[in-house]
């Protein structure tokens, strides 16, 4: 498996993986007209602010990633603060978009913060997304294994990710590596897991 630290000139090709699982894990392309939407609310901000713990699944180019922040609130912070406002003058909501476009607009508006109570015993929070092409040759468990051992190395003592309700695949997945459900909240459901 090569999975290394994300690069400068990997972020076209994790847009893609973004835009490529942007639907339940299958192929969004063709229900967004601005296709670095996707990209900029679920990878972009993860590879800016946290380099230490953004990885790319290297198979003849970018096939997956798996991201992370240390700390949710600075991050959300630092977000608030530095990332979504040159995106908000980019994407203002007063246009015309179809719903998937509009969706992101709406998230860079109004983007979604964890809470504290959550935050507080998980403070991490992991984002993992794979090509349908290496999908089901069990490089989602490594690489989440490989995620879990840099935050727990680096002091972590929990960490968070957020899963389509429907995706029973990926739920089953993170069930085996010890995570846990936290809450439901419409249509996702957040599972936690203590670290190390």
């Known amino acids: 498996m090569n999975l290394r630290l994300a690069r400068p000139d990997d972020y076209v090709g994790l847009y893609e ?6 639907n339940g894990g299958q192929d969004a392309t063709d229900d967004y007209d601005d296709p670095r939407l996707v990209g900029e609310v679920y990878v ?15 198979l003849d180019g970018p ?8 700390d949710t609130p600075s991050f959300e912070q630092r977000c608030e603060a530095e990332w979504w406002p040159p995106l908000r003058e980019r994407y203002p909501r007063d246009m015309q978009r179809r719903p998937a476009d509009q969706g992101m607009v709406e998230t860079i508006h ?4 964890r809470a504290p109570e959550l935050t507080e ?20 468990p ?41 809450k439901r909240d419409g249509g996702e459901l957040i599972m936690v897991r203590p670290l190390p």
């Not at 946290?50 to 790319?56: A, D, L, M, T, V």
């Not at 109004?110 to 913060?113: G, N, Q, Y």
């Open 63 to 70: 096939a997956g990633y798996v991201l992370a922040t240390f």
């Open 142 to 182: 490594r690489m989440l294994e490989h995620q879990l051992a840099t935050l727990a190395g680096a002091g972590s003592p929990g960490v968070h990710l957020g899963v389509a309700t429907g995706n029973l695949r990926a739920q089953k997945v993170y069930r085996r590596l010890g995570f846990t459900d936290w």
């Open 17 to 22: 993986v973004a835009l490529k699982t942007g």
């Open 44 to 58: 972009g901000p993860y590879l800016h602010f946290e380099p230490r713990f953004s990885f790319c699944l290297d």
């Open 121 to 140: 015993r998980y403070p991490s929070q992991l984002h993992i997304d794979l090509l349908p092409r290496v999908q089901g040759q069990g490089y989602g």
């Open 110 to 113: 109004h983007p979604v913060l």
